[in-house]
Structures are given as C-alpha cells and as structure tokens.
C-alpha cells in the first residue's frame, strides 16, 4: 500500500534530487523533484504530496525552511524531511520548530531514510485508517465527499449548498440505494445545525403504534410496557435533523400527526399532555412517488406540500454513466484498504462492463459489486473476470424487457410519467428525449391523467 | 533475438562476471552473454574516495550491444550517490542499464577472511535485485525474496538468490520470466 503515498525531492542540484528520487522509486513510491523553492510551491498546488524531501540550502531567494513554512501553510499534514550538507545545531533547531518531521544531514545512510521514510508511512497508513473509521463512525458525510461528475447531480450537491444553513424541509426521492440518507447527511452537515444530532427514522420498518412512540416518544404507563418515560426521535433531534427515510409508507393517522409538528414545531408524547417544543429541521426520503401517491389519495396532499419545500430528486445510475468509473474507483481505493488488499486499479475492459451494467440497485450495488470482486481478486487489478458474477446476475439489467401482458398504451403512459420525472417535469425537455412535439405530449398528458 | 548482458570492466576478474552470468542464466526470459567494458576510473570521488554510480550507469548506456534488452554492470568499486553513503548497486526501473557493486558483498571490506561461497550467494542475489528493476520490479516486503531492499550486509544474507511467487508473476507480465 506504499505507493499511494507521493513524494517530493526538491533540491536545487539535479544531481542530488534525481538519486534520491530514483532511489525511493525502487521502493515503489511515486516520486517528483523540484529544483527550487518556487517550484516546490508550484508542484504542492498542484499535487497532494505525503512526505517531502527539501534541502536546506538554496538559491533564488527562498531557503529550505522558508520553502518548508510555505509548503506546511497549504498542506498542513505534509511530513517534511530536511536535508543538509552543512548540520549546525542551530539550523537543526530552527528547522524543528518551523515544524520539520526529521533533519537528516547527507550523505545518508541508506538505511537511514529507508527506515524514516517507512515510519513516517506507518504513521501515515494509521492517521489515513483512522480518519476513514471516524467518518464512518460518524458517517459525517459532507457535500465535498459525494464523488460525482454527473451535471444533474453537481446541481443537486450546489443546491444542498445553499439550504444546508436553511431549515426548510427537504424531500429527496431517489430509488433505493442512490444514496438518499448520504445527501441528507451531507446537507446536515454542511449547515449550522452540523454540531447539532442528526436522527435517523425508518419509517417503513416499524408498525403504526411503534412508529409514533418511536417519532413522538411516551409517558410512563401510555400502553402496556411502558414502565417508564421515553424521549422520542423528535426530542432527540432537538436542535438538528430528523431524517425521516421512506416517508411514503406511514400511515394515515400519522401522516396527520408529521404534519402538524412539520406545521407547530411542537407535539405531544403517546400518553402525555404536555406540550414539547423542538427546533427540528426534518429531511424526508421516498423510494416510491410521493405526487403519484397523494393523486391516489394514498398520500396527504397538505403533508406532501410541507415536506416538498425543497424538492431533491437522485438520478439513478444508470442516469449517469459517467460516474460509475469515478465512483468504483472510489470504493476500490476505500474498500481494498478496509479489507487491507493489495488491489489498486481497474483495467479498462472492466470499467466498460461496469458503465455498461444497468445497476438496479444503483450505488449501494455497485459499493457491493467491487467489494465482492476485491475479495476474490487474486492479483492487482479488476479484470473483466473479476465482475464474472455481474454477467451471470445482470442479464435482466442489462436487456430490458416490458412486463408480461402490458398493452401499448400502458407501456406508452409509463414512459411519459417516468420521462417527466426524471426531468422534473420540464415539458419542453420531456418532448425532446420522446421524440414528439410539445403539443402532443400536453395531449398524452392530459388523455393519461399523468400527474406532472 | 535480444540478451541479457553482463559486463564488467577490466579490475572484475573474468570468474566473477561468469558467475554473475551463470547465476542470471536460466531466470530471466533472456539469454545471457557477456562483454567486456572500459575501467571505471573516471568515475572516482576523491572526496568520497567512492565511485560515482550514476557516472558509471551513464557511462554503460551508450555501450549497451543492439541485440542487448538489458545491460547489467558489474565492478569491484565501492560505488555511491550524492545523498547516499553507499550502494550495493543501481539501475533503471524498467528500464535498460544497471550496476552492481561487488566491494560491500566481500567479507574483506568488514575485516573478515575471505569467503568465495558467501561471495557468489550476495552476488546472486543483488544480480536478480538490480536486473529486476530493470524489469519494472520495485521492493518486496517479503524479506526473503531477492526483490527485498537490502541497506546492510545481514539484509542481503536474509534474502534468498529467488523471486518470491508475487514479484514472479509480475515479472511473468513483463515478459521478464518464463510463466
């Protein structure tokens, strides 16, 4: 796992930087030289360098130390070795406190820098574990962390941007695994309330009686087994989120219950008849169309309205291709460090297989894809062959096939209902993409009784 | 069809280069051939009172025979970098020159009696070292294959005159050993 990590030699004689650097290439690190200052500076702005090399003495107006301040002032973790010809005590001294990791004078024993350059990685592998193992643990998740290049999702993350800091409510549809809870985390965190407890409700895992004591907590004695007092999620949340995921699937009574504490900021405990107040921003997820729901009257329209304040709808992946690259070497470089495998790249052949998949699963699938193919992988790369299982499972994603006994004009509605979806609505763009005039899809809409 | 050669300049005696290439022989997917190649006095640090490895790696590329895929040098000079102390040896990754130093592999040069067997063994072992960066091979965390980076003697005695299965295999896909 050595040759994550990228180091840089800056020395102002080539001659130095080029020994050094091809030196630490046999030990399989990736290793670039600057021959000053500047350089140094230049090349750090451009490269996320682990370890510097930086002799002390150079030319040009800009020393080791001072290239060093620079460095630490843009990369602040950097681990910066410097190196020197002529050791005095004093230079040692002010190259430690500028905040120097060694000071090694040159010529060095080999085994010198071998064993430095190993701790200083050691070290590093263990700072790099731990900030994966707390960010999971916290799951703190931030907009900058969603790996993305698509243009629909790069508008999503900027408009996450802008209403972090507000507490209007967020609805986000998305099929499963697009990564509802994920956004919503990142909008959590990215506002005021981020210091403050984002809850997590599964609305769709729990019974109607369950669910309320569960969103609204209950007073001792309000049913059979409660012995005592419970806070609810609503209380825990005070001050932060409630992220209330598949939204769609609660019952009538509660949905008249979410709408008022949406509504008043306040509610009562199963059992209890005082009031409780809270300041809670509440994110809602939906794997099921809420607008479709409420015209079937499966949905309150006036709770529909409360939650859509602020509308997130997830494209799928296939809807974006063009992040299946990104995103499975994304995971490939998280995953094989978890499962602490030797795998660190993806050949060609593969990635194209991958964007060819049709992911109904979507991200969470393709996460469990590339996990499975790194615990089979018997070498150093993903190879077609290693996503042998997808070719066996995917056929159904990949080759599409309407359900059995749908009539024309079934097929026909589906279609236009899922294309003004996916644009939200735009008619304009939705005419486009189904190769009719704007006209005719107003006609279809309104013959189908399609909800836009 | 291309070799592997072994040169070596006039102070390495001819028993040595022929071991060097008898060790090489048969490893690599390459023939073996050996010549001969200027001293490398030139080279010489009065201040290290060293020799310039990267003098003498420059030196061999423009002897490298056209029929040669890689060229590996052999001298009895104690050779070093600027930044370095010493070397057992250097070479290209990937790419066509090395050099291998046979003064720190002596038992003489740490004061003991000679020993030819311990000799021809480091040898081997830095021979298939520098040769396999010359393949692409970079260092190996296990410390018995011969593509472990060896900063002392007892490091280069740990190892054995053999690639480890891994580095092998990698050698495998650069055509750099028969699979």
Redesign the interface.
Known sequence: MK?RWQILVVDD?E??C???A??L????YVVDTAASGHEAIEKTRQRDYAIYFVDLKMPGGMDGIETMMQIRRIRAEASIII?TAYATVDTAITAMKEGAQEYIV??????E??LLVNRIVKVKNLQRENSILRKKLSRQYVVHDIVTKNARMRDILDLCQEVASLRSTVLIQGESGTGKEMIARAIHNSGDRAQKPMVSVSCAALAETLLESELFGHEKGAFTGADQQKRGKFEMADGGTIFLDEIGDISPKLQVDLLRVLQERSFYRVGGSQEVTVDVRAIAATHVNLQQAVSEGKFREDLYYRLNVIEIRIPPLRERREDVPLLALHFLERLAHELGKDVSDISEGALKLLMEYNWPGNVRELENTIERAIVTCK?HVLTEDSFGFLALNGTAGRVWAPPAGMTLQEMEKVLIASTLQRTNGNIKESAGILGIDRSTLYEKIKRYEIPR | MKYLYVAAPPEVRPEDRRMVSGRLAGVFDLPVREMKMPAVDFAYDAG?RQYS??AVLEMTLPLIPDDAAKLLAVTDRDL????????FG??Q?GGRAGVLSFARLRQEFYGFAPNRELFEERAAKEALHETG?MFGL??CSDRSCAMS?A??IRQIDMKQAAFCAPCR?RLARTKGVKA
């Open positions: 040759n004689e001659v130095m080029e020994s050094l091809a030196w290439r046999e030990d399989g190196i040159k010529p060095c024993n080999p085994e820098i071998s070498n | 290290r490895s990267i070093f970098v600027p930044v370095l102390t010493f070397l250097q070479a990754l960066h970079v260092h980076l900063t002392n295999a």
